[in-house]
């Protein structure tokens, strides 16, 4: 073999394992994406619509630019939701009129029961007053408030109701807090309790409307 040929298949050694290399991280590059795509499908897989008020929250917040604008505004909401043994007539008329109001939340209440009437409640010999004006009644579905006085850090109150076995089931929303402080944290506490109220007053026939509630 002379010494010409030699070196000729010398150098085309490397070449060939070169390109054998290169051809190999191809592969890899190529299966590592598809690997990595598939892991995003896998822990990530396309979840069905729910029909519940709280998978419509869920889908809503879950749009790009429904996340752009909760990082901006940073609002978090108070969200309920409880199994009542009652029919979803029951469940509205307590929440949507004065003499049902005054067996579960706070005896003292007053409701203009119509779009665009006002309510007062007053807790705590009148301590405590918040005032709404009614921009929804959907019977017996919905009801959304408007709070018109500076009683909460949130400006929009809404039950939801819809049949459920035997029963109801009522979702509460109580959104545009501008923040998650204290004042979030106390009416997150007293909307729970009211709320496990309004249940047992349709239950039991025995609320604890406010001043016969809890120290909370």
């Known amino acids: 073999m002379t010494q010409t040929r030699r070196q000729a298949i010398v150098t085309a050694a490397p070449d060939a ?24 499908f896998i822990a990530a897989p396309a979840r069905a619509a729910g029909n519940g008020p709280f998978d419509r929250e869920m889908e809503r917040e ?3 630019e429904h996340l752009d604008d909760d990082r901006e505004r940073h609002m978090p909401d108070i969200m309920h939701t409880l199994k009542i043994h009652a029919s979803p007539d029951q469940v509205y008329d307590a929440i949507a009129t004065a003499e049902g109001i ?29 005032k709404v004006t009614i921009e929804e009644l959907t019977p017996p579905q919905r009801i959304v408030w408007k709070v018109a006085n500076a009683a909460w850090g949130g400006d929009t109150i809404v039950f939801e109701v819809r049949p459920e ?9 109580h ?10 944290a106390s009416a997150t506490t007293r909307w729970g ?11 039991t026939g025995k609320g604890s409307p406010n001043p016969d509630d809890a120290d909370l």
């Open 102 to 130: 005054r067996n579960w939340w706070t005896r003292d209440a007053v409701l203009d029961s119509k779009v665009g009437g006002t309510g007062e409640f007053g807790f705590f010999g009148r301590r405590f007053i918040a």
């Open 193 to 203: 309790f009211y709320l496990l109220s309004l249940k047992n007053y349709l239950e």
């Open 17 to 40: 394992q070169s390109s054998t290399r290169r051809r190999f991280l191809a592969k890899s590059v190529g299966l590592g994406t598809a690997f990595a795509f598939g892991s995003s």
């Open 175 to 184: 959104r545009d807090f501008k923040e998650a402080d204290q004042r979030y």
């Open 62 to 64: 879950a749009t790009p």
């Open 165 to 173: 076995q035997a029963g109801a089931r009522l979702s509460f929303f």
